[in-house]
Structures are given as structure tokens and as C-alpha cells.
């Protein structure tokens, strides 16, 4: 597809149960991000991939939380252990390294009941 | 440390009026500058940037203004239409920075027809 593509839309799962989110990006976009909007919240940044660079994990909340990006291309969000706070829409984006302009997918709800 | 500020939570504007959504930022590392509009279930879509050589942009009925000094700037709609209704994001990113877009909280648009 010519978007950013993230799966599931929707996702519920039991208190200390992992979820793995999944994103792809556009073809031939070499930044990633990852950001997550809670309830009434703005944009919280988790981590960012940039072509070969060690990614900037600075936003993760905790150990919980850890992303790889295999191949340069597609990023699984995994949060172990998921506590009811962890509820929110995780958002992907993808841009080219040399236009910062970034491209949403639709984002995962995930809901820990 | 919130280096991108939206302080107004909400903002309600008659149609055919002008929308003025106001951003500050901290950091004068920050070289490029976007606004991001979001509706409900939706990730957010790129609506217009400035780079920091600049102090203003425009594309249709958006313009984007940029005071350096003052580290502000702001995204003005006019006339304001219905359609308009979302939650607007300003993003701020540094080179120095691998350009990491770094969002404001939001502020929710109402334009009543």
C-alpha cells in the first residue's frame, strides 16, 4: 500500500499478558517513530529509528517496552507484561531522512483490561 | 521538559472566521517546524511546515507564521470551515537532533457553522 500501515487496529488484552504492535512503513522510508496517545493526551514520543543509526529509545516508559526494526523496514512495538496504564493508541510514522515531514498510519488501540 | 508548548487545550471559531492556533517552543536547536491536524480514530496528517529561514508559508487557506525570536509561532485558517474540527499538533525538529519531531500537546479546533 502507499501508507503506513499498523496492525492490529484494534487490540484488547488481560493485565500482564505481551502484545506485539505492528508497523509498516512506506516503501523506501528510512525513519521510523513511534509515539502513543493516551486519553485526552498529546503525541508522547517512545523511540525513533533512523536508517542505520542506534535508535533514540529516550520516550520508552519503562523496560517494558522495547521496538526492533528488521531490515530497515518493518518495526514491532512489543510491551511485556501490560499494566492498565499502558492503554492508549500507539502510532507509527515513517518519513525519508532528508524530509522530516512524517506519515501516520491509523494506530493501534490497545486496551489492558 | 515540554520543549514544544500548545497552551491552549481548545479553541471555538464561527465559520468564516479566521483560526489562530498558537505553539511555543524552547529549544532554538529546532530548525523546521510543522503542523499536524488529527481527527477522531484517524493518525494525524501533515497539513503544512516552515524551516527556520523562513517566517512565514502559505498553502491555501493555511498560513504558517514563524517568529525566531520570540520562539513562537502559529497556524492561522481563513476563513475557518466545519471541516476543519480537529485536534491540531505542532511538531518542532533539530538536525543536531537526527530530526526527532518532537509534538506539542494539541489543541482541539471547533468551528461552528
Known amino acids: 500500500g502507499a501508507g503506513v500501515s499498523q496492525s492490529p487496529s484494534n487490540k484488547v488484552t488481560e493485565k500482564g499478558k505481551d502484545v506485539e504492535l505492528r508497523c509498516d512503513p512506506i516503501s523506501g522510508h528510512t525513519a521510523l517513530y513511534w509515539y502513543r496517545q493516551s486519553l485526552g493526551q498529546g503525541l508522547e514520543f517512545l523511540i525513533y529509528?533512523?536508517?542505520?543509526?542506534?535508535?533514540?529509545k529516550s520516550g520508552l516508559p519503562s523496560d517494558r517496552f522495547s521496538a526492533e526494526r528488521t531490515g530497515g523496514s518493518v518495526s514491532t512495538l512489543t510491551i511485556q507484561r501490560t499494566q492498565q496504564e499502558d492503554s492508549a493508541v500507539y502510532l507509527c510514522?515513517?518519513?525519508?531522512?532528508?524530509?522530516?515531514?512524517?506519515?501516520f498510519g491509523q494506530g493501534t488501540r490497545l486496551t489492558v483490561v | 521538559d515540554q520543549q514544544v508548548k500548545q497552551n491552549s487545550p481548545s479553541l471555538s471559531v464561527q465559520e468564516g472566521r479566521i483560526s489562530i492556533l498558537n505553539c511555543d517552543y524552547t529549544n532554538s536547536m529546532f530548525d523546521y517546524f510543522l503542523w499536524y491536524k488529527k481527527y477522531p480514530a484517524e493518525g494525524p496528517t501533515f497539513l503544512i511546515s516552515?524551516?527556520?529561514?523562513?517566517d512565514k508559508n502559505e498553502d491555501g487557506r493555511f498560513t504558517v507564521f514563524l517568529n525566531k525570536s520570540a520562539k513562537h509561532l502559529s497556524l492561522h485558517i481563513v476563513p475557518s470551515q466545519p471541516g476543519d474540527s480537529a485536534v491540531y499538533f505542532c511538531?518542532?525538529?533539530?538536525?543536531?537532533?537526527?530530526?526527532?519531531?518532537?509534538f506539542g500537546a494539541g489543541t482541539i479546533l471547533r468551528v461552528k457553522s
Open positions: 529509528f533512523q536508517g542505520n543509526s542506534a535508535p533514540d
Open positions: 511538531a518542532a525538529s533539530a538536525r543536531e537532533y537526527g530530526n526527532k519531531l518532537v
Open positions: 516552515i524551516s527556520s529561514i523562513k
Open positions: 510514522a515513517s518519513s525519508l531522512v532528508s524530509d522530516t515531514e512524517a506519515f
